[in-house]
């Protein structure tokens, strides 16, 4: 039988890590929340900011409002999995330091929510949704969340994930991971939300959270950020540092910020690029790619003028005739004509298949025995952690096959991973394949018709942007019939970014498609149920799934949070 350890310690931590949040937030809410009329719907980083500076907001009372957020719809979006027990802390400084003049940064004050696989050096764990690294003990922050702190960014929790980046099993449904159960698309019940970046796109998506951080290897950002119609950027590979971020791969990974606008990514994007001496190779490879005065200068309402951009439609934009995508993009690219854009339409990727293909394309090869490698060096720096390796992982699998469904799911991708022995012949003609594809593939296609991006919908393009470490951007393109988002894809060459921008906010003014989900319905699913704290972890019956009781320090009830045990997914 599999140990009940693991839920024993979530258990523990979840209780405190609300409960210390709900105690300070009653302590303040009857203070502070009667005392602003901001509307937080859809609040952007600039109308925060422009808040904070006339007396109107605090980030007191935007952090109290985002804690009522995740307490009402988190039961049911599963987007969280932990929240800083000191956020409230970091508000009230952000707070008084305004109020003695210090400003620091558009993000000064801002709360973030980072991907469970994003180290932070405080009282948050980092385990990619695993229960195998809860309670391990990292040795310092992520590289980009000393940016982050630097800017005056108040780190609100760690956004749930498909466990292990989606590399555990090809069998556990895209955003899933044991310690946070299902995460859900809130704009359509039978819709997931992708992944693996999954809580960090549906708590911005559902107002939870201002902005907050992702991490791709193919398709992680993108393809969560179209299907919870927000934005998403994947920066060139290496742009931001990978340094205290649980890997796949050092050849692909790359951290990119999620916004429901692209100013706010941009302002996030701005703050976490930069040279790490402890990802020092890739870092100061694309450090040449960072404008001078930031890339917030490329939010240009005629960002579109001139660029050349190209159109595979065949291959991309095969549409039934007359269906909501089909009429949807049409508009958009007469959209981008008007805005003086030079469509480049019907042209060809050379061997398209084999590049999204990512077993042919030698993809797969090399991400299993990059994994194998990176885990272990991660693992090996740990200040303390129950697993060393990716066996000890498997074991623990094993183990405790309750919390991580294992006999459901399995772990076939682990498995193989586990089998491979470093970087050899195989691996390196893997690699050498990967080059000769983005060189006769994308480097081609966007030099010889001297294109600035490639468009192309959701994420279908993202193995063939990933072999290269090319950079993209995810916009709210509609919705289909029943509700479902869907995104556009400005995709280029590596350090074309800055293009990218442009290209992305002109077309995200000229259309302004993003409408937030229906509150009323999530709040209807996921609603809190008061419960008395009988001093047991006693669960409590909610919509659709089981909830643990939040207890405060003087055993007053506050309300419910998911259950991460074993029906967390049912």
């Known amino acids: 039988m599999a ?242 971020v649980i890997p796949i791969s050092p050849r692909q990974d790359t951290i990119g910020p999620i916004g429901r606008t692209v100013a706010d990514a941009v302002a996030v994007l701005d703050v976490i690029v930069g040279f790490d001496r402890r990802d020092a190779e890739a870092t100061s490879a694309a450090v040449r790619f960072i404008p001078s005065g930031g890339f917030r200068q490329f939010l240009n309402l005629d960002g579109l003028k001139g660029k050349r951009l190209g159109i595979l439609r065949r291959t991309f934009f095969d549409f039934a005739a007359g269906s909501v995508k089909a009429t949807a993009f049409a508009a958009h690219f007469e959209t981008m004509r008007q805005k003086g854009a030079i469509l480049v339409d019907n042209l060809e990727l050379v061997n398209v298949t084999l590049m999204l293909n990512p077993i042919e394309s030698g993809e797969v090869t090399k991400l299993l025995a990059d994994f194998k490698l990176s885990l272990k060096t991660y693992l090996k720096n740990l200040l303390s952690s129950p697993v060393r390796s990716l066996q000890d992982i498997i074991e623990f699998n094993n183990n405790h096959s309750v919390e991580e469904r294992t006999e459901e799911f399995g772990q076939d991708i682990f498995m193989a991973s586990e089998k491979t022995n470093g970087i050899g012949k195989v691996e390196r003609e893997a690699t050498n394949r990967m080059v000769q594809l983005s060189n006769d593939g994308m480097e081609k296609l966007m030099k010889e018709n001297s294109l600035d991006a490639i468009v192309f919908p959701d994420s279908l393009a993202s193995s063939a942007l990933s072999i290269g470490g090319y950079p993209a951007i995810s916009v709210p393109a509609g919705y289909s019939g029943s509700g479902v988002p869907f995104g556009i894809c400005f995709g280029g060459l590596r350090g074309s970014d800055h293009k990218l921008i442009e290209i992305a906010y002109a077309f995200e003014q000229a259309t302004r498609i993003r409408k937030p989900p229906t509150l009323m319905d999530l709040n209807l699913l996921g609603r809190n149920l008061m419960v008395p704290f009988s001093g047991k972890t006693t669960r409590s019956e909610g919509p659709g799934h089981n909830c643990l009781p939040v207890v405060p320090f003087r055993g007053e009830t506050i309300g419910v949070v998911p259950f991460g045990g074993e029906t967390a997914d049912s």
Request: charged fraction near 15%; glycine fraction near 8%.
């Open 3 to 244: 140990s009940p350890l693991p839920s024993l310690l979530f258990f523990l931590h979840l209780l405190l890590s609300f409960a210390a949040a709900a105690t300070a937030t009653a302590a303040t809410a009857t203070a502070t929340a009667a005392a602003t009329t901001f509307d937080f719907q859809e609040a952007t980083i600039l109308d925060i900011q422009a808040a904070f500076n006339n007396g109107s907001l605090t980030s007191q009372q935007l952090v109290i409002h985002y804690l009522e957020q995740i307490k009402n719809l988190n039961p049911y979006l599963r987007a969280v999995i932990e929240i800083n027990p000191d956020a409230l802390y970091l508000a009230i400084r952000a707070d008084q330091e305004r109020k003695d003049g210090s400003f620091r940064h558009p993000l000064h004050g801002i709360p973030i929510l980072l991907k469970d696989s994003i180290a932070t050096r405080d009282r948050l764990n980092t385990t990619a949704g695993s229960f195998a690294l809860l309670g391990s003990v990292v040795p310092r922050d992520a590289g980009v969340v000393e940016h982050l702190r630097l800017a005056g960014a108040i780190i609100l929790g760690k956004s749930s994930m498909s466990e292990w980046a989606h590399f555990r099993s090809t069998k556990a449904p895209n955003g899933w991971c044991a310690r946070g159960g299902q995460g859900r698309n809130p704009y359509a019940e039978k819709e997931g939300p992708c992944g693996s970046s999954s809580g960090s796109a549906i708590a911005v998506a559902a107002n939870m959270v201002t902005v907050s951080l992702g991490m791709e290897t193919d398709g992680s950002i993108l393809c969560p950020a179209a299907k919870n119609s927000v934005v998403g950027i994947k920066p060139t590979v290496g742009l931001t540092s990978r340094a205290g």
